[in-house]
């Protein structure tokens, strides 16, 4: 199973994930959120991440042309869209260069039909923006394509979420908060949450 890990901010923050090597790392490069992070920062801290391991650039309802811009300058390889961004926005950015993940938040009422007929490269499914919880997964049983998953996940519930999704197309798992020790990734968190997600076939 595949492991992302998200909210990084500082070279502690780096030394942490090098340590454990996830597949992937986020960065949030849309300001006004907890964790958010500027251009420049990612762009030093990155000189320090292991190259194995893909920068992926979270944005909330962001300009398409400077994701764009990020894209091309090698800032990031994935973009991931975690705001209203529509169809026509995900073709936009698709134009370019590097994947797109497009997040669906789950709650009572969600149209998994939606979500698998997205024009992104990948979908992820999340309980809000940073909410720290889980939601019901058996809203997204049986869905059609790979996915992420996030939302309240961490070291312990990991392998619980890929056997109660086994018959889904669970790809990878996404978090943040859970990892976090007084607002920094803690290198022993990470490394149990990376070790329990690469266990699983």
């Given at each position: 199973?595949?492991?992302?890990?998200?909210?990084?901010?500082?070279?502690?923050?780096?030394?942490?994930?090098?340590?454990?090597m996830p597949d992937y790392v986020g960065f949030i490069l849309t300001d006004g959120f907890k964790r958010s992070v500027d251009e420049e920062t990612v762009q030093f801290i990155c000189k320090l991440l292991d190259p194995m391991i893909q920068r992926v650039g979270v944005f909330v309802n962001d300009d398409p042309?400077?994701?764009?811009?990020?894209?091309?300058?090698?800032?990031?390889?994935?973009?991931?869209?975690?705001?209203?961004?529509?169809?026509?926005?995900?073709?936009?950015?698709?134009?370019?260069?590097?994947?797109?993940?497009?997040?669906?938040?789950?709650?009572?009422?969600?149209?998994?039909?939606?979500?698998?007929?997205?024009?992104?490269?990948?979908?992820?499914?999340?309980?809000?923006?940073?909410?720290?919880?889980?939601?019901?997964?058996?809203?997204?049983?049986?869905?059609?394509?790979?996915?992420?998953?996030?939302?309240?996940?961490?070291?312990?519930?990991?392998?619980?979420?890929?056997?109660?999704?086994?018959?889904?197309?669970?790809?990878?798992?996404?978090?943040?908060?859970?990892?976090?020790?007084?607002?920094?990734?803690?290198?022993?968190?990470?490394?149990?949450?990376?070790?329990?997600?690469?266990?699983?076939?």
């Amino acid at each position: 199973m595949k492991i992302k890990i998200c909210g990084l901010r500082t070279p502690g923050d780096i030394n942490a994930v090098n340590e454990a090597m996830p597949d992937y790392v986020g960065f949030i490069l849309t300001d006004g959120f907890k964790r958010s992070v500027d251009e420049e920062t990612v762009q030093f801290i990155c000189k320090l991440l292991d190259p194995m391991i893909q920068r992926v650039g979270v944005f909330v309802n962001d300009d398409p042309a400077r994701i764009k811009r990020l894209l091309y300058n090698g800032l990031i390889d994935i973009v991931q869209l975690h705001g209203d961004e529509d169809d026509e926005y995900i073709n936009e950015l698709k134009s370019g260069s590097g994947s797109i993940v497009k997040v669906f938040k789950v709650k009572e009422g969600f149209d998994l039909a939606k979500a698998e007929s997205s024009p992104a490269d990948m979908i992820m499914f999340d309980a809000g923006e940073g909410s720290g919880e889980t939601f019901n997964w058996d809203l997204i049983k049986g869905c059609k394509r790979p996915f992420i998953l996030a939302g309240g996940l961490g070291p312990g519930n990991i392998t619980k979420a890929c056997e109660e999704l086994k018959d889904s197309g669970l790809y990878a798992v996404d978090m943040s908060s859970s990892v976090d020790i007084k607002g920094h990734k803690d290198p022993e968190l990470v490394m149990q949450a990376v070790n329990e997600a690469h266990s699983i076939a």
